[in-house]
C-alpha cells in the first residue's frame, strides 16, 4: 500500500492499528483513503461506545457480534457503571437501574472487573446490588439468568420484568 511515496505492506498496517488506542486508530483509519477501505471494518465494532446504557439491542449485537480488548473492554465497564441509565416499573414512580449492559460484560469477563476501583464509579451500585449481580454470573449464559431470576434483590433483570422507560413508554424484558 503506497502511502505517501512509501510501500507499507497491510500486515505491517494491521500491526500498527492493533497498538492504537481506540481514538487514536480511528484518526489512523481516516487518514488515508487505501487505509479506510483496507480497515474500515475496525470503525464499524467502535459504534457500540455509541449505544452503551443507550440502546439494549444495537448494544448487544455489537458485544457479541466483535472481539474487543482488555483496554475497550475495561472502558466499556467504566462508561457502564459511571452512567448506569433507570428503568421504572410504575411510571415515574418507582426506578431501578438497568443493569443489562453490566450484565453482558460480566459475562464476556468477569475477572476484569476486579481490576476496576467499582466504589469510586457509582458507590450505591457497588453497595447494593455489584457482588449480588458478581455472584450470579458463571461461564453458561443461561445459567446465570437462572441465578439472577432466583435472587429477589435483581428484579430489573428477570425475565418477566415489564418497565417503562422516561417517557412512560413500553419496553422489552430486559434479558433473555
Known amino acids: 500500500m503506497d502511502i505517501n511515496i512509501l510501500y507499507l505492506p497491510i500486515e505491517l498496517i494491521d500491526n500498527i492499528c492493533e497498538l492504537l488506542y481506540k481514538d487514536d486508530k480511528l484518526c489512523f483509519i481516516l487518514c488515508n483513503k487505501y487505509i479506510y477501505y483496507s480497515l474500515h471494518t475496525c470503525l464499524i465494532k467502535y459504534n457500540i461506545f455509541s449505544y452503551i446504557n443507550k440502546n439494549y439491542e444495537k448494544y448487544y449485537s455489537y458485544i457479541t457480534k466483535y472481539i474487543y480488548n482488555l483496554d475497550e473492554l ?45 466504589p469510586s464509579l457509582n458507590l450505591h451500585f457497588y453497595k447494593h446490588f455489584y457482588q449480588l449481580l458478581y455472584e450470579c454470573i458463571t461461564s453458561n449464559r443461561y445459567q446465570s439468568i437462572n441465578n439472577i431470576n432466583n435472587n429477589k434483590l435483581l428484579i430489573p433483570l428477570h425475565r418477566g420484568f415489564k418497565t417503562f422507560d422516561i417517557l412512560g413508554k413500553n419496553t422489552k424484558s430486559l434479558i433473555e
Do not use: A, G, H, W
Not at 416499573?89 to 449492559?101: A, E, L, N, P, V
Not at 469477563?109 to 481490576?115: H, I, Q, Y
Open 74 to 118: 475495561t472502558e466499556l465497564i467504566i462508561l457502564s457503571i459511571q452512567n448506569i441509565p433507570y428503568v421504572y416499573k410504575i411510571r415515574k414512580s418507582c426506578s431501578f437501574y438497568d443493569m443489562r449492559y453490566l450484565f453482558e460484560l460480566l459475562l464476556i469477563n468477569k475477572d476484569l472487573f476486579n481490576k476496576i476501583k467499582i
